[in-house]
T-cell receptor, first 108, second 114 residues
Framework: GIQVEQSPPDLILQEGANSTLRCNFS?????LQWFHQNPWGQLINLFY???GTKQNGRLSATTVATERYSLLYISSSQTTDSGVYFC??????????FGKGTKLSVIP | DVKVTQSSRYLVKRTGEKVFLECVQD?????MFWYRQDPGLGLRLIYF???????EKGDIPEGYSVSREKKERFSLILESASTNQTSMYLC?????????????FGDGTRLSIL
């Protein structure tokens, strides 16, 4: 099956700093989503981005499908950004395959 | 906004019990999914349903069954709960449409089997 690798696995930021999270995948995909899982376990949709670039406030994402990677940018980080960020892809089936996530800690 | 509602945030059951986890969505989505999330293993698909009364096994269906009698509701059933089914369970739904659509998740159910 398709492999999804996220980096870095852990990230500690000072409040106000910027960061880039990366997601590499091993095959062509027809769906790519970024999620934020907060400390209460809720999985929040950030972006649906099988290709191209999208922005939502301080967050933006870019997927380069031909090179099989996606990037999530977080600017001016806040403590509420803490949690785990997941990339998940779908390759021709109904199933989303998740990466192992990047655990982000934003400290005041 | 899409609303996917799981019946319980926290649930404690005993070994051998039959356990029902309920999921309801309000967007007339055709596809619905059950995942479980475990430390070190990530999210894994248990079952999905692409339409009413339709179901397909995911990666880890053993010990589980599902029911989809109405479009808005997808139930996960633990036939005889065991301690290794202690986990976080997440339901998702999406519109099938003519092209792939994003999956939308509920808030999750933390299930403990004692």
């Amino acid at each position: 099956g398709i492999q999804v690798e996220q980096s870095p696995p852990d990230l500690i930021l000072q409040e106000g700093a910027n960061s880039t999270l990366r997601c590499n995948f091993s095959d062509s995909v027809n769906n790519l989503q970024w999620f934020h899982q907060n400390p209460w376990g809720q999985l929040i949709n950030l972006f649906y981005i099988p290709s191209g670039t999208k922005q939502n406030g301080r967050l933006s994402a870019t997927t380069v499908a031909t090179e099989r990677y996606s990037l999530l940018y977080i600017s001016s980080s806040q403590t509420t950004d803490s949690g785990v960020y997941f990339c998940a892809v779908e390759a021709g089936s109904y199933q989303l395959t998740f990466g192992k996530g990047t655990k982000l800690s934003v400290i005041p | 906004d899409v609303k996917v509602t799981q019946s319980s945030r926290y649930l404690v059951k005993r070994t051998g019990e039959k356990v029902f986890l309920e999921c309801v969505q309000d967007m007339d989505h055709e596809n619905m999914f059950w995942y479980r999330q475990d430390p070190g293993l990530g999210l894994r698909l248990i079952y999905f349903s692409y339409d009413v009364k339709m179901k397909e096994k995911g990666d880890i269906p053993e010990g589980y069954s599902v029911s989809r009698e109405k479009k808005e509701r997808f139930s996960l059933i633990l036939e005889s709960a065991s301690t290794n089914q202690t986990s976080m369970y997440l339901c998702a739904s999406r519109h099938s449409g003519g092209s792939n659509q994003p999956q939308h998740f509920g808030d999750g159910t933390r299930l403990s089997i004692l």
